[in-house]
């Protein structure tokens, strides 16, 4: 029960971070950028090995190749790695390997199929499972897809809020909708609330903000992109901070006078 042990060890001056690349690139990318966020305390990275991208063309992730290499970190430093799948497929080769947590992408959760696949080959398993919000703003989608994982017989949750997606362009990338994530709680109050404030702000001066807002509305953690050299990212450059911002960040936010 990783995340629910993570959860309850939580309170407000101590948000759960995860860090680490939109994608993994290279096994040097991921070992330089995993030793400086382990440096700073960070016990639980991220990276994209599948990527869904909206239109075809951009980088969709190495695949299983950097499975091995994710394996090779977690033997080397104290940490837990999370990865995105989106298919069944996905799944039976990321166990394999010694992956702790799985994550399900915000174009996944929009297909109930889709996380009705995953949830069965996960069935079992005992692996611990994050659900981002759907890219549209349903609060309803969201929920039946944390139900479909519940019923599976998966319990070991959290929920990842990364904003909702426009048609006109608008400061955030995604739209924080603030009000979905909260009343998601109140119908979970069980499950772990992590906010995704790179997918949100969509560029990296954002950031801090809205991880600000988030511990402002006492969510239990954040999941921040970073990547040793942000601008020559392979995906989302402009959203993702060296291992060095997210520590200034980290240091900057302020947390709440009032006790819980
Ligand atoms: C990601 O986490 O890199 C990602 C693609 O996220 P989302 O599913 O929120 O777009
Ligand atoms: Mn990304």
Redesign the pocket.
Known sequence: MILKKLFNKRNHKNPLIISGP?SIESPNQLEVTVSQLVDQGIEIIRG?VW?PRTRPGSFEGLGSIALPWIQEIKSKYPVKFTI?VASAEHVEEALKYDIDIFWI???STVNPFTVQEIADSLKGTGKPVMI?NPVNADLSLWMGAVERFQKAGITDLAVIH?GFSNFRDTIHRNSPLWQIPIEFRTHFPEIMMIN?PS?ISGKRELVPLIAQKALDLNFDGLMIESHIDPDNAWS?AQQQLTPAALKKMLSELKTRKVKF
Request: charged letters at 60%; aromatic letters at 0%.
């Open positions: 939109c994209g990527k995105e992408g915000a174009r981002k990364r995704d997918h989302d």
